[in-house]
């Protein structure tokens, strides 16, 4: 007993602190019970369809289609492998949620950032614009709120919220067509395709998705595909939104491979991300537009791409993970000792922090790390002063310290 407890005291020192708070740990174990009970409820032979409909085994389960159903939708709806391990979500952000605001849209209140509640019909018009706001607007029609309701239904298992978010998806599909919103920014656009995929995947697993409901999923998903890899819809000027909707193209190509274009749009999102690295960031690592702020913004959303493409198998570049680096060593400098963005060019108060995307990026660089966490892990940085010739930037220290006294 007291070897196994040294032991767990051990563990927890190397524990991330955010990831032991009480709504972190019960989160994690009820989506663990609820893959454990769902991995044993997709047992094929414990399991039979309803009359009219086949059972096909697929990789992880069993699948119900139409018996005489044909066509590349129903094929990936009655082939794929019932769990998408990971190809569903390129970025964290699309599998997180608030119960509240989940809770609101059963109500057909409408809860987003930076605005108040707005009402809306139990089935949407798709032309709502109540603050006439370009945000609110990029928001609504993204259809992120309705990821509200997918992390709802994840963590509790309240069919209430998948057949809300159903319905939602649905009416959009059937109303985008008449939209003057749904196709006016490829930025809500690109996250929309995202939102919808990882829709696809997750309701699909648990047998929460009909088969003529992924069918028009997929043939909406096929459409905004074509509509990403048109150039006139490729915000190539701007970091922040042309890695988006590279992301967006990118992984809808690796979560529906055997879509008619899929190949195309993967060729092309590669070439993209491509070209992002190598002329969006100097050599010296940092992005060209000399933004602090947009430096760990554009970070952030390069190395989720990095990840996902290394874990998926689809690799973008044999110097991607290099140029990354680099853009650490860059952050690892130009950091206050405080952890704080220097408000240098378009830059706003933030600090960084030694949680989620950053620690793992910290794991893959030790003086990273030790800025982090202000010198408790990790080695230091080799300078203390340096020159960036690229950026025109000298970054002058008297020296690293460490615990209470790093800042």
């Not at 928001?139 to 978010?165: C, D, I, K, M, Q």
């Not at 749009?265 to 991300?273: E, F, V």
């Not at 793992?360 to 660089?365: I, K, L, V, Y």
């Amino acid at each position: 007993v007291l070897a196994v407890g040294v032991f767990c005291l051990k563990i927890a020192n190397y524990a991330d602190p955010a990831v032991l708070r009480p709504s972190v740990i019960s989160h994690a174990v009820a989506v663990a019970a609820h893959n454990t009970v769902s991995a044993i409820e997709n047992i094929a032979v414990l399991n039979h369809c309803p009359g009219g409909l086949d059972k096909h085994d697929v990789d992880g389960g069993y699948m119900c289609v139409t018996e005489s159903g044909a066509g590349p939708y129903m094929d990936i709806y009655g082939s794929y492998p019932l769990v998408g391990k990971g190809r569903e979500t390129i970025y964290s952000s699309t599998d997180q949620g608030s119960p509240a605001a989940a809770a609101a849209l059963l109500h057909n209140q409408v809860d987003l950032p930076r605005y108040g509640p707005v009402h809306i019909p139990s089935v949407p018009t798709w032309s709502e614009n109540p603050y006439s706001a370009p945000y609110w607007r990029l928001e609504f029609y993204s259809l992120r709120p309705t990821l509200n309701l997918l992390y709802a239904y994840r963590t509790t298992g309240n069919v209430a919220y998948a057949e809300r978010l159903l319905r939602l998806d649905s009416s959009f599909i059937a109303a985008e067509s008449r939209s003057r919103w749904a196709w006016a920014d490829p930025h809500a656009v690109a996250l929309r395709s995202m939102a919808l995929v990882d829709t696809w995947w997750k309701l699909r697993q648990d047998h929460q998705l009909p088969e003529s409901t992924s069918t028009a999923i997929l043939r909406e998903l096929e459409k905004t595909g074509r509509f990403l890899a048109d150039p006139n819809h490729y915000n190539a000027g701007d970091d922040d939104l042309s890695a988006t909707e590279a992301a967006a193209l990118y992984e809808l190509a690796v979560a529906f491979p055997t879509l008619p274009n899929a190949p195309h749009w993967l060729s092309l999102a590669k070439d993209r991300l491509r070209w992002q690295l190598a002329l969006a960031i100097d050599p010296d690592g940092q992005l060209i537009d000399n933004s602090p702020y947009y430096d760990f913004s554009v970070l952030d959303e390069y190395w989720q791409i990095y990840e996902y493409s290394i874990a998926q198998g689809y690799p973008i570049s044999a110097d991607y993970g290099a140029k990354l680096q680099s853009m650490l060593n860059f952050a690892s400098y130009i950091l206050q000792p405080n952890t704080q963005i220097p408000l240098l060019g378009a830059s706003v108060e933030e600090k960084i922090n030694d949680y989620g995307v950053y620690a793992a990026m910290a794991g893959t660089n030790p003086e990273f790390r030790y800025v982090l966490t202000h010198g408790a892990q990790g080695s230091p940085p080799p300078r203390t002063s340096i020159s960036f010739p690229a950026s025109a930037l000298t970054i002058m220290r008297s020296g690293w310290g460490s615990g209470a006294g790093f800042g």
